[in-house]
């Protein structure tokens, strides 16, 4: 069976073909039937692509939002329609089905006016500085009480109403990665920015911020970007020698020849210093290609191991046009499943990198898709001990999505158009669960702290200590 690729919603879309495409004209106003028309389409080929699309909702609920959004319908832009539409395509609950607000709009709104400049976290349900980029920076971690107005609590059920995931707790976390642009998106909120913030001390006050011109918040959040342990890398290694101890951050699977590259080159440096225990970070790795999970379990097991039990896909149009069946694959509806059987491991180039040491897998509420997977595998073929979060994808999990543009707007949508059951599958829909759960609670934010760092490092000192005494 071929290496399963998943592919994130962030991919790249096709045009759609006009005598004026939408995207020449963002300021275009539609009628109310062809607006009525894209959002038929946008059902009709949800319920054509999609293996199981009322899964998490029923499809009585579903109609009777789309009653509800057609009453709305009269003459406007399509970022107004996408405003009522996104909600409604992120109401299926799966992270790799849903709609993209309009990024022509955006780049244009982008060039013309201030921005807020800040990062922002969830923690809790609760929305805190995580990055200040204005002239008089909020300390990281200072919790957002408002937001023009607008409490925190309220902003993010708002938001989260946009962000397509299984997981509450996915949603809020792709809510902080694009609140800047889901900010204006959903709200139309624009600067100035009132603030009311709640500071460590518990102490409230009130800001207000200008906002920074794009050209000024490019630069500034790729110098932080680089400046926050190459966070923009895929893939790194950083070693702590006094515990002899290396941290393997895989932050996304992509790149699957200089990741084998990678792995090589750090292996060889965790064999040479002799390490002992090796840390797999994929808190930050929202999924990508899983063939990497498959070249990087070939450093840590020797036994029969399979990322995916099963993969089921259903039959349509265009998975035929897309040519993910044959012809002759069978008729339109019908759900082809394929077994992937557990094998060994290919064997290493060089089996000294084989590492034989402790082995922790980190994650969080955002290990997503190709990276559940392998937190799945890693979890029941018990490879070692996982800390952290419940991951953010689930067991059960529907992906390998099919992307396409409504008739008239063309505002991208996309579609999973398979099942993949996971080793050790749970029918209920929740993530990996750690064997080791930590949270990071605000107040660990608002000091800084890496709870799930600290905790694993004193827990590896103990054990030093332990195995030192006579």
Known sequence: MKKLLLLLFLGCFPKVASAQSPAENPGRIFT????????????????????????????????????????????????????????????????????????????????????????????????????????????????????????????????????????????????????????????????????????????????????????????????????????????????????????????????????????????????????????????????????????LFRYLTDKPIRQVERVEIKISPIVRERGMVTASAGDDGQRLSYTQEAKKPAPLRDSTLFFRGKVFLLTSHYTFSSANMFATAFKCYKIGTIVGQETGGVTIAYGDLIDFALPNTGLQAFCSCKVFVHPCAEPKLQGVRPDVEIAQSPQDTQAGRDTVLEYLFSRLKSETVSRSRP
């Not at 579903?62 to 509800?68: H, K, L, R, T």
């Not at 057609?70 to 406007?76: D, Q, T, V």
């Not at 107005?149 to 902080?176: D, I, Y």
């Open 32 to 295: 109310a039937e062809e607006l009525r028309a894209d959002l038929r389409a946008l059902l009709t080929n949800y319920e054509q692509i999609h293996p199981n699309l009322y899964a998490y909702v029923g499809k009585k609920e579903i109609e009777q939002q789309v009653q509800n959004i057609e009453k709305k319908l009269r003459p406007m832009t399509r970022l107004e329609f996408a405003r009522l539409v996104v909600p409604f395509s992120a109401a299926f609950r799966d992270g790799h089905t849903g709609l993209n607000y309009p990024m022509e709009e955006w780049n244009a709104y982008t060039q013309t006016s201030r921005l807020l400049p800040l990062g922002v976290s969830v923690e809790q349900k609760r929305l805190f500085v995580k990055v200040d980029f204005s002239e008089n920076p909020i300390p990281a971690g200072t919790e957002i009480i408002s937001l023009n107005g607008m409490p925190a609590a309220t902003l993010l059920a708002k938001l989260k109403e946009s962000a397509s995931g299984e997981l509450e707790h996915f949603r809020l976390n792709r809510v902080s990665d694009n609140f800047r642009r889901l900010l204006w998106s959903v709200t139309g909120m624009e600067a100035p920015y009132t603030l009311v913030l709640k500071e460590a001390n518990g102490q409230r006050r009130t800001v207000e911020i200008k906002g920074n011109p794009v050209s000024e918040l490019i630069p500034a959040l790729r110098a932080y970007q680089l400046k926050v342990a190459g966070s923009r890398q895929d893939y790194a290694l950083s070693l702590r020698p006094e515990q002899s101890t290396a941290i393997l951050h895989v932050n996304a699977m992509n790149n699957p020849d200089k990741f084998k590259s990678f792995l090589d080159s750090a292996f060889t440096v965790i064999r040479d210093r002799k390490i002992a225990n090796l840390l797999l970070d994929f808190r930050q790795n929202g999924g990508g290609n899983s063939g990497l999970g498959d070249e």
